[in-house]
């Protein structure tokens, strides 16, 4: 059975940064495209970035390139967004993926001062 | 950068109804379109891919259609486990984006 369990979230002040993790199990990590999702209150779904099977090639939606880093340890099967230079419109329940197909629960990033 | 929008916004239906939803791209899309269902509080969960290829598990009173453009996803007969909110996905080119979603409400 796949499972994505995301941890890192919390509240930071605007301005601060923070590591989301994305432990995967129950699928061949190693060779599969994860991507992040995020969802602020009460709006809809925002597709954030995602990476190769590798780690070689990253993509971004514009709104966090220069601040946001996904990368990820094959070894470990974990993903990784290390979110920096945040700001309170990037308050979200942010969701791991494989490939879209497979989704976690979510962890919450609260921007406030 | 492709934009998806979504008719309607939102809808009341009854159990048992067909119930569709369209899903119209700035540009070209191939059939590179995904749709997904979400419950409040809960994660999304993936429908179809491709337009028109029901993931697996999902019942088959899911269908959807399209490509280019024009997409369309249908439920045949609308079930209580049905009322959701919906949206399409575009994965023709980056950034990927989303629709705005239809929230399927109960009449």
Redesign the interface.
Same mark, same amino acid.
């Given at each position: 059975e796949v499972q994505l369990v995301e941890s890192g979230g919390g509240l930071v002040q605007p301005g601060g940064s923070l590591r989301l993790s994305c432990a995967a199990s129950g699928f061949a990590f190693h060779n599969t495209w994860m991507?992040w999702?995020r969802q602020a209150p009460g709006k809809?779904?925002? +597709?954030v970035a995602?990476i190769k099977k590798d780690g070689s090639e990253m !993509? !971004?939606?514009?709104s966090v390139k220069g601040r946001f880093t996904i990368s990820r340890d094959n070894a470990k099967n974990t993903l990784f967004l290390q979110l920096n230079s945040l700001r309170t419109d990037d308050t979200a329940v942010y !969701?791991c993926s494989a490939t879209?197909?497979? +989704?976690?629960?979510?962890t919450v990033v609260t921007v406030s001062s | 950068d492709i934009q998806l929008t979504q008719s309607p916004s939102s809808l009341s239906a009854s159990v048992g109804d067909r119930v569709t939803i369209t899903c119209r791209a700035s540009q070209d899309t191939g059939d590179f379109l995904s749709w997904f269902q979400q419950k409040p509080g809960k994660a999304p969960k993936a429908l179809m891919y491709g337009a028109s290829n029901l993931q697996s598990g999902i019942p088959s009173r899911f269908s959807g259609s399209g490509s280019g453009t024009d997409f369309t996803l249908t439920i045949s007969s609308l079930q209580p486990e049905d009322f959701a909110t919906y949206y399409c996905l575009q994965y023709k080119s980056y950034p990927r984006t989303f629709g705005q979603g239809t929230k399927v409400e109960i009449k």
């Open positions: 991507d999702v809809g779904l925002e +597709w995602n !993509y !971004y939606v514009d !969701y879209l197909d497979h +989704w976690g629960q979510g | -």
